[in-house]
């Protein structure tokens, strides 16, 4: 079990236990946020033909927050601050499914480990870099932060 869901069994069975609630709370906007997290849940199980492990789960999550990411993106360049309030609002729903967060300084730490470990001796060593800190940070930090970490150092 994973420790940041104290009280679940797995992240699965926690979101849909959240989709119960919301629908007893009348709780429009949590509601529509889970309820497409589900959908895309559900699609990824029809995709891998067995049902997803807390990591495929979390994988998911992260694909959302990534999506309404590149949302608000092409909403802030329309000045659409009202679309960019509401996404910012469901990308916090999403969040409450993820592991805790590793600070930048955590990460940071970690990426130092791998440069140790692989000792690149050029931008062509991205990968192996990448292929030692995604393991210890994918779900607990965002990978294209990492990723951009990891590209200014080989440079």
């Known amino acids: 079990m994973l420790p940041f869901l104290k009280g679940y069994d797995n992240v699965r069975e926690r979101i849909?236990?959240?989709?119960?609630?919301?629908?007893k709370a009348q709780d429009k906007e949590k509601l529509s946020v889970i309820r497409m997290l589900k959908g895309s849940m559900q699609m990824e199980e029809l995709n891998k033909k067995?049902?997803?492990?807390?990591d495929e789960v979390i994988n998911v999550v992260t694909k959302?927050?990534?999506s309404r990411n590149d949302s608000i993106k092409e909403f802030e360049k329309g000045n659409r601050e009202?679309?960019?309030q509401k996404t910012n609002a469901e990308i916090e729903i999403l969040k409450a499914y993820l592991p805790e967060q590793l600070t930048d300084e955590e990460a940071s730490k970690i990426i130092d480990e791998a440069f140790e470990l692989v000792k690149p001796e050029s931008p062509r060593d991205m990968?192996?870099?990448m292929k030692e800190?995604?393991?210890?940070?994918?779900?607990?930090?965002?990978?294209?932060?990492a990723s951009s970490i990891i590209k200014e150092r080989l440079n």
């Open 127 to 129: 990968g192996k870099i």
């Open 133 to 145: 800190v995604s393991p210890k940070l994918k779900g607990k930090y965002d990978m294209g932060k």
């Open 50 to 54: 067995h049902e997803l492990t807390d």
């Open 16 to 23: 849909l236990n959240d989709l119960k609630e919301a629908m």
């Open 82 to 84: 009202d679309l960019i």
């Open 64 to 66: 959302e927050i990534k």
